[in-house]
């Protein structure tokens, strides 16, 4: 302990010898990167895609991906902000009713002589307020998430299927519709996989990149000690419940274009499919862990499968019972995996030498 | 193998492709009404030696529909005869289908008819309209306040059905009122606790229609148990293997239903006839629907089966459907 | 008026005399319950309802079916609640009961005079191999409940589909004594909500007298201190989602009786249903606290409120939206009646103080 | 009361060669305890010696690598918890580990609670119990409230009455003190002899050496994993015990440094959050540091808390160099220069599954991202500075915290709050778990940073440590400032009179 004469606060240089120095990760490079459960999704993305070109009739041309692009971007949008709050350590279930309302909202403003593009803007208002009613509820008035999105899930729904009654709107400015099912040329890629990168960016830079995305970490793990280390807990999750408002009142404007319909019941139960693949993807529920890159792998997997054993003619409830299947699957192997890690270190433990960082 | 994203086949159909592959696409799995109307399509199919298949979504809703519909289009089938759960929401998606040559018939609930070649009608509304407002006026005298369970908000069928009947009440049973219309959802428990509903907030009510199959079972089954059986008359569309417990019980006296199995057979034939060119649905084109004989293609493509059949004590044990 | 906070530890304590404060300390303790303001809710809807029609209480049909409609949730949201005190959830429920009253069809299909009891074993019997599969799966793999089941959710729906197909079984399938119990009444009772309120009891009791049950709380609260107890974790948990499973297929059966009608999407959606009373029933779903009591008041709760919307005249498109308010304001409520109580705990710790 | 370590009587529990690895970090080479009956044997060693993983071999919780486990001279191999409970053997671990939402009766009974004939509990019975143990332990606590919100304190004093119930027959106590003030520790001692004059076998493990030499008959010594050796208590000095344990010479004493104090940084005025502590008012200049003492449970985290932001408080202010401190705001407070090293490290100082570099950083993740990103290099660097200054013992810095020794998790908390170079940093039980020559560091760090003009306000249990190392000493005492005592003032007496004064209880 000769060093302790060299402790100083870090307004110093930092140059000066340290009493210890230390490796940067207890891993190779490449276990880091690829010993992951993000790389066993993407792995499986590749398996299943691979092996349906093969084996499944029509399945290898571009038209399969662009249905399965238009089809999951509702999921693949909402996934996004669902992420960050999973992380934190709560979730949303009323992201599907909020699409739903936000439909309703686009209708019957046009029905009633609105420009559709101040009707869009209006809903995404109805979003931002809606993720933000639940952000109050959760962060300020102290109920657990859970619990309240329960109860918004049922009163989005509500009021959406309140408005527009029997009624579906049908009539939308051709160019709208038309942008929503656009594909860029030859390519058979969809139009609306641009908002969705750009979003994908935008939150994977929040996410992993900056300090409110550490905060975020820290919340899921630990809120007290995330409080105590001045992450706004409270601040965090409402901007993530309006985050996720505001997207899926934005998927809901989507759904609304692409099917031409606004009505009620548009996109009921989408929630449960947006969770199970943030899970499938890799993000613990009970928060703190997790990547944005797992999860767009999740939403992918579930939904290639899924287009791949249509195409297969394997009907709709076996295709439910393999995703169901999938999940179970894909958590139980991950603690497995676990599990049989630490056997093998026990069994081998006891010969490796003492590994540990070097005195300075 | 793989196909150019936008097939070169023209939409205008000159036929003659003799690819009898046809899917039928329910508005859901697991819904007897579609399970015997599909039989009937089968049926039809294996007599003209084409290839049946059924596939749909487990819950009614147009997005699922969607995703089989293309899955369809990419498998290049020769035929879809579908149920729509939204008259405009799969209707995009039905016209992929056509551009690359595939025959759309819809039976039971249509489209705009802009995204479907033929729609196969299991009854004039007009015709189901009145029977049920006919029924249910002997039933109660003439007199006194009923009520409405349907299915889904969004019905296409439903709706039209529903106005119908306000109309027709109106002109011609004036002592009849229409306290109130509730929604089912096609769901045996949501049916059963809304008829429980409606007999309480209504203590006075007569009588209940239900044009529905699911409607018309879950509410009968309240009634039967309950202490409004043989007061309030139930009437409706019903499937009559669903319904014979209750006529015999006397909790429900009558309900009508078209043969779903013919509206199915029915439905194949005209694809058929679609693929074949023999028919390409413009309004006086005729064809023969084996054992049903021969029919002609009406109003905005539409196709109409016949009269709904009304099932009583005396009749009922003739069906099995 | 009670001898909490900080206690004067040694003081002698049988010197209590027993009559009056037994009296007051078992009304404090009410008042104070996280299942009280609950309650009060649940009274006000039928009472609002009933001024605005009567009938809605006194009538035959009335009464019977303010007991009889939520009975069936009920005993899913017991289950439920058991398995969120132990930090779990059961998502897969509602497929659970779907199946179960399909399965009871089937046998009354296939065996036409089997007897009622058995085909009721029957139900709880194939209840609880389901549960035993997610509490396995759950406490083995050391797994998210959440995740798991909403796995078999996906997975037992389909099996249900898969083997029902379009079928469904009919009211005249079954026969007429079975149909009958599950209207039946019993001195005006109806027999459902006798059998709900005996496992409601039955539950209860366990939960709060007898070691496994409170192990289940401790489970809860805190897993990692369980293990540090010793207490059988695994085995407990496994045992919660056997015992949710079992009730889920008891109501599966109750469905057949009640509704006459199943066919494969029977029980879609009941998860939530019955989260939902269990969360609005102060169940925290955090686990570790919170009763059965509540979570039954809750299913009452929810399912009331749903019957009496349209009695106070709210048009049907609306009721949803009602219902949702309903909840939230209900787990406000709850939330405003803990923090009240709280601050009093804290006043009289300062009065204690000087 | 002699010591007989060879005698042909087997050992009440006795442990030879033990090792143990937690995947590359190997806990234990080889580990040896003979702990007789009849007597109270210390375990000591620096952060990280393997104490603590001894005791979870022992306990059933972990499974042991290789080695010898026998108890009464019969080997054994315990798969759980249950199985050692059931062979006669309690723990208090390191950590409290109570159920929240339970009863402190529950807590104390769970799994064995007291049943009549019908399986049903007797909640009487175990009430009686309960309150007859924190009798013998001479605490009020209410057996009836939940153990949500007690303080580290009563937690602890709850572990010690679970483990005392128990009735074992050997009694590990890992830890027990670290969180206790004097008179509670001297009951625990009272209630540690009678127990071994009942003849059953205790192991005691303390940083505290005072506590050791007072209460134990035999003392054994880790390093490293290793066994290094076993002492009656009465033929070994402080000195050399110290040294063995770090291998070379340590002093203990406090080398104070003198330092300038200047102008008031942090002034504190009428604080008062009903029910927790009131009229609270104080200062702190820099280059002084403040100690602020009181019996466990005074309040004085829950002043500390409120003034950075983390509790809410009704009236008063806190005042920065000038400037406002907003409440509810640890941010705010920390832009002001403020940072505070809460009491809990487990729970409110570390993220325990996040890696040493993101804890190490975590309080200056805003200062480190440049355009809003955060680079995962510049994380790491920021991470080695104050980590090896303070020699954290770690093998790689993205090395999940939780699986440090405590010592070493108290060092990353040091880490993370000195790296965001406060003007005032306040710090609750500094050395709490940390071993002798760290203690000396952190005192003499103290020391250091006062001297270069920061402001420190010290919360600390242990007298000699407030004496040590602060200059001036805030006593408070039942939510309430009872004393400002200078630092020539400052004696033990001094101090624990204005603690207790006025208390029936106090010893
Ligand atoms: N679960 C674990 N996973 C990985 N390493 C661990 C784990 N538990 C302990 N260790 C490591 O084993 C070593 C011994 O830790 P242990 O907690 O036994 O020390 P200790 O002597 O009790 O220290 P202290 O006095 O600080 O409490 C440390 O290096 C620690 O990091
Ligand atoms: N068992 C208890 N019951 C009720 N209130 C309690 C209990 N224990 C603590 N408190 C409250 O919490 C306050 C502070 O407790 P705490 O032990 O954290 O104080 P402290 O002086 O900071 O102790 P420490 O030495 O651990 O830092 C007390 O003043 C008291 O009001
Ligand atoms: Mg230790
Ligand atoms: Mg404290």
């Not at chain 1, 009907?315 to 894909?330: P, R, Y």
């Not at chain 3, 009920?74 to 497929?95: E, F, H, M, P």
């Amino acid at each position: 302990m000769s060093d302790t004469t060299t402790l100083t606060s870090p307004a110093a240089p930092a140059g000066q010898a340290p009493g210890r120095s230390y490796r940067n990760y207890g891993s190779s490079l490449f276990r880091r990167i690829f010993v992951t459960r993000e790389m066993a999704v993407i792995a499986l993305l590749a398996i299943v895609i691979i092996v349906a070109s093969v084996s499944v009739k029509n399945f290898a041309s571009p038209i399969t991906f662009s249905y399965l692009l238009l089809d999951t971007t509702p999921i693949l949008l909402i996934a996004l902000p669902m992420t960050l709050v999973i992380i934190t350590g709560e979730i949303d279930l009323s992201v599907a009713s909020m699409m739903g309302l936000s439909s309703v909202t686009v209708g019957t403003l046009t029905q009633a002589g609105w420009p559709i593009e101040v009707a869009f803007v209006v809903a995404l208002v109805v979003g931002v307020i809606g993720g933000a009613l639940n952000g109050f509820l959760i962060t300020v008035v102290g109920l657990p998430s859970l619990a309240v999105t329960i109860g918004t899930l049922a009163l989005y729904r509500g009021l959406a299927v309140g408005l527009l009654g029997t009624t579906a709107v049908t009539d939308f400015p051709k160019f709208w519709t038309d942008i929503a099912k656009a594909k860029f040329a030859a390519t058979g890629i969809p139009v609306v996989i641009v908002p969705f990168i750009i979003l994908a960016v935008v939150f994977a830079v929040l996410l992993h990149f900056t300090s409110f995305g550490r905060g975020i970490f820290a919340i899921g793990l630990s809120s007290e000690a995330a409080a105590f280390s001045g992450v706004h807990v409270e601040r965090t999750k409402f901007i993530l419940f309006m985050l996720t408002g505001v997207v899926s009142a934005f998927a809901g404007i989507y759904y609304t274009l692409r099917f031409g319909s606004a009505r009620g019941d548009n996109a009921t139960g989408l929630e449960l499919s947006v969770i199970a693949a943030v899970l499938l993807g890799g993000v613990s529920i009970f928060g703190g862990r997790g990547a944005l890159h797992g999860v767009i792998a999740g939403v992918l997997l579930i939904g290639v499968l899924g287009s791949a054993l249509r195409l297969a003619n394997v009907s709709s409830d076996v295709i439910n019972i393999i995703t169901g299947a999938l999940l179970v699957l894909s958590v139980v192997s991950t603690s497995f995996l676990a599990w049989a890690r630490k056997r093998r270190q026990r069994r081998g433990g006891t010969k490796k030498t003492a590994v540990s960082a070097t005195a300075g | 193998a793989t196909t150019s994203s936008t097939p070169a086949a023209s939409g205008a159909a000159t036929g003659g492709s003799g690819n009898y592959a046809i899917t039928f696409v329910p508005k859901n799995l697991g819904n007897a009404y579609f399970d015997a109307s599909d039989k009937g399509g089968a049926a039809a199919i294996t007599e003209f030696g084409g290839k049946y298949s059924e596939v749909g979504p487990a819950t009614a809703s147009p997005d699922a529909q969607v995703s089989f519909i293309n899955t369809l289009t990419q498998q290049q089938v020769g035929g879809i005869v579908i149920s729509a759960n939204d008259p405009k929401a799969i209707g995009d998606s039905l016209n992929e289908a056509r551009a690359a040559g595939i025959k759309v018939v819809t039976f039971d609930s249509d489209t705009d008819p802009s995204y479907r070649d033929i729609f196969i009608n299991q009854a004039s509304p007009e015709g189901i309209a009145k029977s049920q407002v006919d029924q249910i006026a002997s039933q109660i005298g003439d007199t006194g306040e009923i009520a409405i369970l349907s299915a889904s908000a969004n019905a296409t069928n439903q709706n039209a059905w529903i106005d119908l009947m306000k109309a027709d009440l109106a002109k011609d049973h004036p002592n009849i009122k229409l306290d109130e219309v509730v929604y089912g959802d096609d769901d045996d428990q949501t049916s059963f606790d809304k008829t429980a509903a409606l007999l309480q907030s209504h203590p006075d009510l007569k009588g209940i229609i239900s044009p529905t199959t699911v409607g018309i079972a879950a509410a009968a089954r309240y009634l039967s148990t309950s202490s409004s059986k043989g007061k309030v008359a139930l009437t409706g569309l019903g499937t009559p293997n669903q319904m014979r417990a209750y006529i015999a019980d006397g909790t429900v006296t009558s309900f009508a239903l078209w043969n779903p199995a013919d509206l199915g057979y029915l439905a194949a034939y005209a694809d058929k006839a679609l693929i074949d060119g023999t028919i390409t649905g413009k309004s006086g084109d005729k064809f023969t629907a084996g054992k049903l004989g021969s029919f002609t293609v009406g109003d905005k493509g539409t196709v109409l089966l016949g009269d709904p059949t009304v099932f009583n004590k005396a009749n009922i044990d003739q069906f099995n459907f | 008026m009670t001898t909490s906070t900080r206690a004067t530890a040694p003081a002698p304590l049988p010197g209590r005399p027993r009559g009056t404060n037994a009296v007051t300390e078992t009304l404090g303790r009410f008042v104070r319950a996280r299942e009280t303001g609950i309650l009060l809710a649940l009274l006000i809807v039928i009472l609002v309802t009933t001024i605005k029609n009567p009938t809605f209480l006194f009538s035959g049909d009335g009464w019977r079916d303010l007991l009889l409609t939520p009975s069936i949730l009920v005993l899913v949201a017991i289950g439920q609640a058991v398995v969120i005190i132990t930090r779990s959830v059961d998502l897969s429920v509602g497929s659970v009961l779907g199946l179960s009253a399909f399965l009871t069809g089937k046998v009354f299909v296939s065996f036409p005079g089997m007897p009622i009891i058995a085909v009721f074993l029957i139900g709880l019997i194939f209840g609880g191999v389901l549960g035993l599969v997610n509490g396995v799966l759950v406490a083995f793999a050391r797994v998210p409940a959440l995740v798991i089941t909403l796995g078999t959710l996906y997975a037992y729906r389909g099996i249900n589909v898969v083997w029902a197909g379009s079928g469904r079984i009919n009211a005249s399938d079954l026969p007429k004594e079975f149909l009958a119990l599950g209207t039946g009444q019993f001195l005006s009772i109806p027999f459902l909500a006798i059998i709900a309120l005996v496992v409601l009891i039955a539950a209860g009791w366990f939960m709060k007298n007898i070691r496994g049950g409170r192990e289940l709380y401790a489970i809860g609260s805190d897993p990692s201190a369980a293990n540090l107890y010793g207490l059988k974790v695994t085995r407990r948990i496994i045992f919660a989602f056997v015992f949710s499973g079992a009730l889920a297929g008891l109501a599966g059966v109750l469905y057949a009786a009640r509704y006459g009608t199943v066919d494969s999407q029977a029980g879609t959606g009941f998860e939530l249903d019955a989260v939902g009373a269990a969360v609005i029933g102060g169940v925290a779903i955090v686990g570790g606290s919170g009763t059965v009591w509540g979570a039954a008041i809750g299913a009452i709760l929810l399912l009331t409120i749903n019957r009496a919307l349209p009695i106070l005249g709210v048009p049907d498109f609306w009721q949803q939206a009602v219902v949702g308010i309903l909840i939230i304001g209900a787990i406000v409520l709850d939330r405003v009646l803990a923090l009240r109580q709280s601050r009093r705990l804290i006043k009289e710790r300062d009065a204690s103080h000087v | 009361m002699a010591i007989t370590p060879d005698s042909s009587v087997p050992a009440a529990l006795e442990l030879r060669g033990v090792s143990k690895a937690f995947g590359a970090v190997v806990a234990l080479t080889s580990a040896n305890l003979r702990v007789d009956l009849n007597s109270i044997h210390a375990l000591v060693g620096e952060n990280g010696a393997g104490k603590s993983t001894l005791v979870k071999i022992v306990a059933g919780l972990y499974h042991r690598d290789a080695g010898d486990f026998l108890l009464r001279g019969e080997s054994v191999d315990f798969s759980s918890t249950a199985e050692s409970k059931a062979a006669g053997i309690a723990v208090i671990y390191q950590e409290p580990t109570l159920f929240p939402d339970l009863s402190v009766t529950e807590n104390i009974f769970m799994g064995r609670q007291p049943t009549n004939r019908f399986g049903r509990i007797d909640r009487k019975a175990m009430k009686v119990e309960a309150l007859r143990l924190f009798e013998r332990l001479a605490v009020r606590i209410d057996p009836d409230r939940p153990a949500e919100g007690l303080s580290i304190a009563d937690q602890q004093i709850i572990e010690i009455a679970k483990a005392i119930s128990l009735d074992a027959r050997v009694l590990i106590m890992d830890e027990p003190t670290a969180a206790l003030s004097g008179v509670e520790v001297d009951r625990l001692f009272a209630v540690a002899r009678s127990l071994r004059d009942e003849g059953r076998a205790l192991v005691f493990i303390s940083h505290r050496f005072d506590e050791v030499f007072s209460l134990c008959d035999t003392i054994t010594v880790m390093r490293d994993g290793q066994y290094i050796s076993t002492d009656p208590i009465s033929e070994v000095t402080v000195d050399e015990i110290v040294r063995r344990m770090v291998g070379r010479d340590v002093t203990e004493l406090f080398p104070k440094q003198e330092a300038a104090i200047g102008d008031v940084v942090l002034s504190v005025e009428g604080l008062t959050q009903p029910g927790v502590f009131t009229d609270i008012s104080f200062t702190v200049r820099s280059g002084e540091i403040v100690g602020l003492a009181g019996l466990v449970g005074a309040g004085r985290s829950e002043v500390v808390r409120a003034v950075f932001g983390v509790d809410p408080y009704a009236a008063g202010r806190v005042i920065m160099s000038g400037t406002a401190v907003p409440k509810n705001s640890p941010s705010q407070a920390m832009r002001l220069g403020l940072a505070l090293v809460p009491e809990d490290r487990r729970k409110q100082g570390l993220v325990l599954e996040s890696s040493v570099a993101r804890n190490a950083t975590m309080a200056i993740r805003r200062s480190l991202s440049k355009l809003g990103l955060i680079d995962s290099h510049v994380e790491n660097k920021a991470a080695a500075i104050w980590s090896s200054r303070l020699e954290v013992k770690t093998n790689a810095l993205d090395a999940e915290v939780g699986t440090l020794s405590g010592g070493n998790q108290q060092k990353v908390v040091l880490a993370k709050w000195l790296a965001t170079n406060p003007r005032l940093l306040i710090i609750d039980e500094p050395t709490r778990g940390i071993d002798v020559g760290t203690k000396a560091e952190v005192h003499r760090l103290l020391s250091q940073l006062a001297g270069e003009g920061m402001a420190i306000l010290m919360i600390s249990s242990e007298l000699p440590e407030v004496l040590g190392v602060a200059d001036r000493v805030l006593v408070m005492r039942e939510g309430r400032l009872t004393a400002e005592i200078s630092r020539t003032e400052a004696t033990a007496e001094s101090v624990m009179f204005a603690a207790t004064h006025s208390q029936e209880h106090a010893a």
